[in-house]
């Protein structure tokens, strides 16, 4: 009995601490990663005024780095019909660095494409990006707001990056 009380206090203790641990390596992680960005990168100075990611990690982060896609950016369009909110993702694209000058970045040639279409990883993102537009500000409907807009979602290949939502 004695060793079952142990253990079990053992696991509450490990569980307790790790996720401790964890925001401390995101934060680590993101640190590192502001500063290979240039000083007026937006997610630079997002970093550096203390904005972190989930800490999460998701599987569509892992296709993404073996793809070499840092960021992938989505125009979503949210439209209000008696009270239920409707997203569609419009068009989605993807860069090697993350805010970077899009010409400079972005991932354009046919094969790169085609390999992230046929990996499953644009569905995926696709996904993500509609689950999380539920539980972003364009989720909740406001007296006076237009009925159907759209904003640009972007998701990062690390958990200890922030995630941006501008209003196009």
Request: charged letters at 25%.
């Amino acid at each position: 009995m004695k060793i079952i009380f142990l253990v079990l206090c053992f696991v509450i203790v490990a569980n307790g601490q790790q996720p401790d641990e964890t925001k401390q390596l995101c934060d680590k992680r993101a640190k590192q990663v502001a500063k290979t960005l240039e000083p007026n990168n937006i997610l630079r100075t997002s970093i550096e005024e203390g904005e972190r990611g989930d800490c999460i990690h998701q599987t569509w982060m892992d296709k993404m780095q073996k793809l070499g896609v840092k960021q992938a950016s989505f125009l979503v369009e949210y439209s209000w019909k008696n009270g239920n909110v409707k997203f569609k993702v419009l068009n989605v694209s993807y860069f090697r660095a993350y805010f970077s000058t899009p010409n400079l970045s972005e991932i354009k040639d046919g094969k790169n494409l085609r390999e992230i279409k046929q990996s499953g990883l644009e569905q995926e993102l696709k996904d993500a990006v509609i689950a999380q537009s539920k539980d972003s500000p364009f989720a909740t409907y406001k007296k006076g707001q237009v009925k159907t807009d759209s904003f640009t979602a972007n998701l990062l290949d690390d958990e200890a990056l922030p995630i941006f939502w501008v209003i196009s």
